[in-house]
């Protein structure tokens, strides 16, 4: 039976790097999503090269962070509530997840506003038509199609995001002073170069994708024959730690390689243009088209699409992870409408509001600066507590974080401690 099982374990050693890529790679792609691509063109458009820079500064402490959740679903077989649930006071508990659900909702808004007005400009039509369309196409994909099936296609989503790097390749950029801004930055202490950065630390950091990601290895070991939590069958550990490890990487990479893309193509444009005050991602993609043409244009317009349809999904799916692990209600994409009710209740509540804020009219830079700022609130008691869980062999038993990654950890804990006291500062 050993041998059995080790030569289980050798063969998912061997397995093709694309195969190891999924929930990192999934997560590290959805924190592109229309409302972060809003903060990197404000970013590029407003100080040109002069905050690249911190796209760098992020890339590790995503890393570190991620690959924590990620540890934890998959070690324990449950999802960040879940954990906090059975080791820390309930108060904090919902306070953390009611907060997540605001956040994640005014999100989702922003996000479907954005996607529907990218519509708009390359198709023309009605924006408040295509939000409920996205939306309903979302709840369509998300109750419907079986988790198995559903994985695959949100990673296909993910090469939208290739679009911004084509948005790179169709503009001027001169590659050594992109790389002097990048490397040698002119950093200020002016109030809103402080803002933007302490905005594009928030999006790059978000509370949603700790719990998308812990889920996401929870979802991904229950439909896999034979994958047990790794507190259950330790034989396991190396080919799964590894792999966690390496789709991380690779999205959290990903992730702030087209958020460098976005930047920088609107530095070289936009910013150079005088055009410095950018409201959303919609507004940057139209303001590219008489600067960079309409091919430029057309690949800005058709990623914010394209990201949207996948951090949607995301957004709504997280909270109702969430939620569900709080109340002990049954969870999972793998689960069919009739066995988790209340799961897809959350889902598709928070969507609905979402479409409902649109409709509603809210000013979707309002509804940004909201996010942002309940993210930031809730990131730090989260990564606490995401730090203090890793760290407990009661929890994760003989797989605690390493030294390494716990002081990366931390770390991210200091940095996100710091900017929220900075953003609460800038705002009051």
């Given at each position: 039976m050993a041998s059995d099982t080790e030569d289980e374990e050798a063969e998912r050693t061997h397995v093709p790097l694309i195969k190891k890529l999924g929930p990192g790679l999934v997560t590290g792609a959805a924190d592109d999503d229309p409302s972060g691509i809003a903060t990197y063109s404000q970013a590029g458009a407003q100080y040109g090269y002069g905050l690249l820079w911190s796209v760098l500064f992020t890339t590790p402490l995503m890393i570190g962070i991620q690959v924590v959740s990620a540890r934890i679903g998959r070690v324990t077989g449950h999802g960040l509530a879940?954990?906090?649930?059975?080791?820390?006071?309930?108060?904090?508990?919902?306070?953390?997840?009611?907060?997540?659900?605001?956040?994640?909702?005014?999100?989702?808004?922003?996000?479907?506003?954005?996607?529907?007005?990218?519509l708009v400009l390359v198709a023309g039509g009605r924006s408040e038509i295509y939000d409920v369309l996205f939306a309903l196409v979302s709840l369509t994909l998300q109750i419907f199609i079986p988790f198995p099936r559903y994985a695959p296609i949100l990673k296909w989503l993910t090469l939208a995001l290739f679009a911004y790097v084509g948005a790179v390749m169709v503009v001027h950029v001169s590659l050594w002073d992109s790389l002097v801004g990048t490397l040698l930055p002119k950093l200020s202490t002016d109030g809103s170069y402080l803002a933007i950065f302490v905005a594009v630390l928030g999006t790059t950091i978000s509370p949603y994708l700790f719990f998308w990601q812990a889920s996401q290895e929870v979802e991904e070991?229950?439909?896999?024959?034979?994958?047990?939590?790794?507190?259950?069958?330790?034989?396991?550990?190396?080919?799964?730690?590894?792999?966690?490890?390496?789709?991380?990487?690779?999205?959290?990479?990903?992730?702030?390689?087209?958020?460098?893309?976005?930047?920088?193509?609107?530095?070289?444009?936009?910013?150079?243009?005088?055009?410095?005050?950018?409201?959303?991602?919609?507004?940057?993609?139209?303001?590219?088209?008489?600067?960079?043409?309409?091919f430029a244009f057309l690949l800005f317009a058709l990623g914010i699409i394209g990201t949207g349809l996948l951090a949607v999904?995301?957004?709504?799916?997280?909270?109702?992870?969430?939620?569900?692990?709080?109340?002990?209600?049954?969870?999972?994409?793998?689960?069919?409408?009739?066995?988790a009710r209340g799961f897809y209740?959350?889902?598709?509540?928070?969507?609905?509001?979402?479409?409902?804020?649109?409709?509603?009219?809210?000013?979707?830079?309002?509804?940004?600066?909201?996010?942002?700022?309940?993210?930031?609130?809730?990131?730090?008691?989260?990564?606490?507590?995401?730090?203090?869980?890793?760290?407990?062999?009661?929890?994760?038993?003989?797989?605690?974080?390493?030294?390494?990654?716990?002081?990366?950890?931390?770390?991210?804990?200091?940095?996100?401690?710091?900017?929220?006291?900075a953003m609460l500062a800038l705002t009051i």
């Open positions: 879940a954990n906090i649930r059975e080791r820390f006071p309930a108060p904090l508990l919902y306070f953390i997840v009611l907060l997540l659900l605001a956040a994640n909702t005014i999100n989702i808004a922003a996000d479907l506003g954005a996607m529907g007005d990218a070991q229950r439909a896999t024959p034979g994958h047990e939590p790794l507190r259950e069958a330790p034989a396991q550990a190396r080919s799964h730690l590894a792999r966690i490890k390496v789709d991380t990487t690779l999205g959290m990479i990903y992730s702030n390689l087209i958020a460098f893309c976005i930047m920088l193509t609107t530095a070289v444009t936009l910013h150079a243009a005088g055009i410095t005050d950018i409201r959303s991602a919609a507004q940057a993609a139209d303001a590219l088209r008489p600067l960079a043409g309409q999904p995301i957004l709504a799916g997280s909270a109702a992870y969430a939620v569900s692990e709080t109340f002990r209600w049954p969870i999972g994409l793998g689960l069919t409408l009739t066995q209740a959350i889902l598709t509540v928070a969507t609905v509001l979402g479409v409902a804020i649109d409709l509603y009219g809210v000013d979707s830079m309002r509804m940004l600066v909201w996010a942002a700022i309940v993210n930031g609130v809730i990131s730090v008691p989260i990564m606490a507590v995401m730090m203090l869980l890793a760290v407990n062999p009661a929890v994760m038993g003989p797989f605690v974080v390493s030294r390494r990654l716990n002081v990366l950890g931390w770390l991210g804990v200091g940095v996100m401690a710091a900017a929220v006291v």
